[in-house]
């Protein structure tokens, strides 16, 4: 799988976690110096609280596109140390 955005590949991996149709990709799969940690915030409540990083590509910032669980729940536990996308991220085969 890659995540692509601006016409770059940001991740990419052959071992990604499907949950709620978002593909989670290994944090060793990141494009490295393209994420950016923010301070951002979100809870789910079978998942936990979700951070965010921006994403930036050829100088261009798109805000909270990736989001990842420091500490993910015991229901979720499969997605620690992986990341997904929104906001225009493309993620395909």
């Not at 110096?33 to 998942?47: H, L, N, Q, R, Y």
């Not at 951070?51 to 990736?66: H, L, P, R, S």
Request: proline share 4%; hydrophobic share 35%.
């Amino acid at each position: 799988m890659r995540a692509i955005w601006n016409d770059t590949v940001i991740a990419e991996s052959d071992d990604t976690v499907v949950v709620e149709g978002n593909h989670y990709f290994p944090i060793s799969s990141l494009k490295e110096g393209a994420f950016t940690e923010t301070p951002t915030t979100s809870v789910c409540p079978w998942k936990g609280t979700a951070n965010y990083y921006t994403v930036t590509v050829d100088g261009q910032e798109n805000k909270d596109a990736a989001w990842y669980y420091v500490e993910p729940k015991d229901a979720a536990k499969e997605i620690k140390d992986r990341v997904a996308f929104w906001k225009g991220v493309t993620v395909s085969e």
